[in-house]
């Protein structure tokens, strides 16, 4: 893999308990944060080029207090009780390729972005209506 097209890069979620535990083996391994799970309704997202895991990314509901989101959004408290679940924020992203590769952490960032409400509504029955990267 000494060079690829980033446009051959693909991000889905993670299925089953396998690839589920795999994902938080590596990130608990090499993320500088380490990782302990995901809280409430998650997503593991895997980024792959080809079959080689590449890149790993996590969302969760966004947190419970951001003051400057909160005003932005406009929200009664009571709202934002009832809506923050529609509210995901990146909790982890990890590079696992060996090597640094120009772009790509924006590429699959964007990927990530683009299929992250369709694939919560599939995985957990809503959609995301704003996403903290």
Same mark, same amino acid.
């Given at each position: ?27 608990? %391994? ?51 009780? %009832? ?17 640094? %590769? ?32």
């Amino acid at each position: 893999m000494a060079d690829f097209d980033l446009h051959a890069v693909q991000v889905r979620p993670t299925h089953g308990a396998a690839e589920h535990r795999r994902w938080d083996r590596l990130v608990a %391994r090499h993320h500088y944060l380490s990782f302990r799970g995901l809280f409430g309704r998650g997503l593991r997202h895997v980024a792959t080029l080809g079959e080689t895991w590449i890149a790993l990314l996590g969302w969760q509901a966004g947190a419970l207090k951001v003051t400057v989101r909160d005003r932005w959004i406009g929200w009664s408290n009571a709202q934002k009780l %009832r809506r923050l679940h529609l509210i995901c924020q990146n909790v982890r992203f990890l590079i696992i390729l060996g090597q640094r %590769r120009k772009n790509l952490a924006s590429r699959v960032l964007g990927l990530s972005l683009r299929r992250l409400s369709g694939d919560m509504l599939a995985e957990h029955g809503y959609p995301v209506l704003i996403a903290e990267a």
